[in-house]
């Protein structure tokens, strides 16, 4: 029998350790829950404290010997022997027998009030301390929260009365409010009662709104910015339900059987917009070119977000073929790899465009986007990120046509000469073992020349002179017809062309002014720079200078290695110099776009008559009446003033004064409501016989002072200039007004 007692101890102990354990863990996931407010964190604390306690004490490694030696160190009736208890009794010897005997009959009593070793009392504190602490903390967050939104705020609902009331007759009263606010399903936030009557929800919310009343009333309504609504009567007292389209302010206003009026406060209602997705794509050049024989693949990197969660995703690409009128379009939806869960509000998707697999030739164009679509119901919130580009190179040659004369060509002849040059070039690099050297040489340094003159007339369009200029050193034409006449030979002659001496300043034809004169005006002169200003002197636009004196740049190195005898070398450089040609070529032509224009047919008998009769210069006047922003809301501070200086009362005319004033604030109130509700509740008071006196007054101006916006600056006027005292003086004024 003292044997189970003492397993039925060991199990006591066991279940003590985890007991204690638990209410550490929720008195930490009551901490969470209350702080946070999130049940989620709350089930997280409560099962990490948990985990921690149970690793710490290991309640379930507390064995039969541990019991034993608990029981030995703390019970004297034991005599250290509280062991024999769990052995056979034919293993005893007769001695161990008698002693157990005395054991088991000294322990059976004990045992009823043995308690095991635990710290239920410092768990049971701990757990309570942060229960506390857990509400403490709720209420601060709560207290900051109502901060933020506002001071002054009420947050139940409140009646007075429009008329002063007759002595002794007593008014209804509201003894139940609630207001349960349903929003949109597909948010995923759940449904909330508040007496609060300031309602924040998500836009499409149902508003519904539960009133009771202590006395008899004979009709309820709730006046949305001029729109009125009655409540229905119910069995439990009055009852609306109202949608959430956009922010606004509302009141509620019920008469007695008396037929005397009650109206609330004003509460704002903000409605929260669902913001469309984003997308973005990471890590992707806008533009993006590859060659024919390139790895034609891109890859997209796509981070999408919702506020309450994301329906679909999609890249809408268009391939392009051809060019001009004979261009098509072939549209494709392509599905990110993988699949996602519909409704999270971070997606981070991928895909691999292979244009290859898209059927895409060399010349075609790639032209692609990100599209995502929210679970906003019933209409669904659509955006797309920025359109991205992908172009495979032709392996065509650019090759200029006129069709329609719609282009003109702007490019003179010998720009095109580069390209001869190149096959001049390879021509002589492949006959050089059947070339003597005087004969490779000279040809290289004819080349060379060639080169030379086109870098020369590229320069010209660049603006430069177009006249060598002499060189440091160079030897003067008198010096030169000097030493012709002395019959020095020119060790050079035999290699040289003649135009490098006798004609480097006339590399372009020359005509005479009679023959310029007699030429036809140029069709392109009003297309043209003016070549008179040297800045000017080109036909490109100035992003084409660049790539202009690229070329020019090339072209040095291309004749240098001509002159040198190495047109290996120069080859090179001319390959790249024809690239850019081509580039240039291409990007400076003048397009004219064709118009439908169809005028209208002239009679036989007007024509060629100079009859101007009929025709009158179009004139316009418009005279513009400048008004003043908030008009009423100015006149209603005025004459606020007036009633505060003359202490007067309030008249049927003041009253719609005010209320003009409260629907031009309120206009602007939509957009922030906490900022305008002091203002427009002032001016609401204001028809309430409790709040004419000169105190509010000076209150609702002071607030509706506070919201309007300064007037414009007059023309002419100069500003004063204002030191900081002044401004501290003029500060202290209004904050004491």
């Known amino acids: 029998m003292a044997a189970q007692q003492l ?6 102990w066991q279940q003590l350790l985890y007991v204690e354990g638990v209410l550490y863990a929720l008195g930490a996931a009551g901490l969470v829950y209350l702080t946070l407010h999130s049940l989620g964190y709350g089930l997280l604390a409560f099962a990490l404290v948990m985990l921690i306690y149970v690793v710490v004490r290991k309640p379930w490694k507390i064995s039969l010997d541990n019991t034993i030696a608990y029981v030995d160190a703390h019970v004297p009736q034991a005599g250290f022997s509280s062991g024999l208890l769990t052995v056979p009794q034919e293993q005893l010897n007769n001695l161990s027998k008698l002693q157990r005997y005395r054991v088991e009959t000294a322990l059976q009593p004990v045992f009823a009030t043995l308690r095991p070793p635990q710290n239920l009392k ?15 903390a709720r209420l601060v967050i709560e207290d900051i929260t ?37 929003q949109p399903s597909y948010t995923g936030i759940p449904n909330r009662t508040t007496k609060d009557p300031n309602i924040k929800a998500v836009q499409g919310s149902q508003i519904a709104w539960q009133l009771q009343f202590e006395g008899e009333v004979l009709e309820v309504q709730l006046d949305w910015m001029g729109e009125i609504s009655a409540f229905s009567k119910t069995t439990n007292g009055y009852a609306l339900t109202q949608k959430l389209e956009s922010s606004a302010f509302y009141s509620i206003s019920y008469k007695d059987e008396n037929g005397k009026s009650y109206l609330t406060d004003l509460y704002s209602m903000e409605a929260i917009k669902d913001e469309a997705p984003f997308v973005g794509m990471e890590g992707l050049d806008q533009y993006n070119y590859f060659d024919f024989d390139d790895d034609k693949k891109l890859l997209l990197d796509t981070r999408i977000a919702d506020d309450f969660g994301i329906s679909d995703a999609y890249i809408v690409a268009t391939v392009s073929k051809g060019s001009g009128e004979s261009v098509k379009f072939r549209e494709e939806t392509v599905r990110f790899d993988g699949s996602f869960t519909k409704g999270k509000k971070q997606l981070q998707l991928n895909k691999t465009l292979d244009l290859d697999q898209l059927r895409m030739e060399p010349g075609d164009e790639l032209y692609f986007y990100v599209e995502a679509i929210d679970n906003k119901m019933p209409s669904s919130n659509i955006s797309r990120s920025e359109t991205y580009f992908a172009v495979i190179r032709d392996t065509v040659s650019d090759a200029f046509g006129v069709e329609g004369t719609l282009g003109v060509d702007l490019m003179p002849d010998y720009f095109r000469s580069q390209r ?17 050297e005087y004969d490779f040489k000279f040809t290289s340094n004819e080349l060379g020349f060639d080169q030379k003159s086109l870098r020369l007339k590229y320069a010209q369009f660049m603006g430069d002179e177009t006249e060598m200029q002499a060189a440091p050193g160079q030897v003067s034409s008198t010096e030169e ?15 040289s062309h003649r135009h490098d001496s006798d004609n ?8 005479d002014e009679e023959a310029e004169g007699e030429e036809a005006e140029d069709p392109l002169h009003d297309y043209l720079h003016n070549h008179e200003d040297p800045e000017a002197s080109t036909l490109f636009e100035k992003s084409l200078k660049a790539k202009l004196r690229d070329a020019l740049n090339i072209m040095w190195d291309a004749e240098l290695y001509l002159r040198l005898y190495q047109p290996e070398k120069s080859l090179p450089y001319q390959y790249e110099a024809l690239k850019l040609i081509q580039e240039i070529k291409n990007s400076a032509r003048i397009y004219v776009h064709r118009i439908g224009f169809d005028p209208p047919p002239i009679k036989e008998e007007k024509r060629l008559t100079g009859d101007i009769k009929s025709i009158s210069n179009f004139d316009k006047k418009e005279t513009f009446d400048y ?3 908030f008009q009423s809301a100015r006149q209603a501070v005025a004459r606020l003033e007036q009633l505060i200086q003359e202490q007067a009362s309030i008249s049927e005319q003041d009253l719609v004064l005010f209320q003009e004033a409260g629907n031009e604030l309120a206009a602007q109130a939509v957009d922030n409501p906490l900022k305008y509700v002091k203002v427009l509740q002032g001016l609401r008071d204001l028809s309430k016989v409790s709040h004419q006196n000169v105190e509010h007054y000076r209150l609702v101006r002071k607030n ?7 007037v414009e600056n007059n023309p002419g006027h100069a500003p004063q200039y204002q030191d900081e005292i002044n401004r501290l003086y003029l500060k202290a004024l209004e904050a004491n007004d």
Do not use: C
């Open 7 to 12: 397993i039925q101890f060991k199990k006591r």
């Open 146 to 182: 109502a901060k933020k939104e506002g001071s002054g705020r009420p947050h139940e609902i409140t009646f007075a009365p429009v008329d002063s009331m007759e002595t002794g007759v007593k008014a209804p009263t509201l003894i139940y409010t609630q207001i349960k606010i349903v």
């Open 504 to 511: 480097e300043h006339n590399l372009v034809e020359e005509h």
């Open 420 to 436: 001869q040059l190149i096959i001049d070039t390879e021509k002589l690099i492949k006959d050089k073992p059947k070339l003597s």
């Open 704 to 710: 509706v002072l506070a919201v309007l916006p300064m």
């Open 122 to 136: 410092s768990a049971a504190i701990v757990f309570f301390a942060l229960i506390l602490t857990g509400v403490a």
């Open 481 to 495: 017809n000097h030493a012709d006449e002395g019959g020095e030979e020119d060790l050079l002659e035999g290699y």
């Open 627 to 629: 008004e003043l922003s």
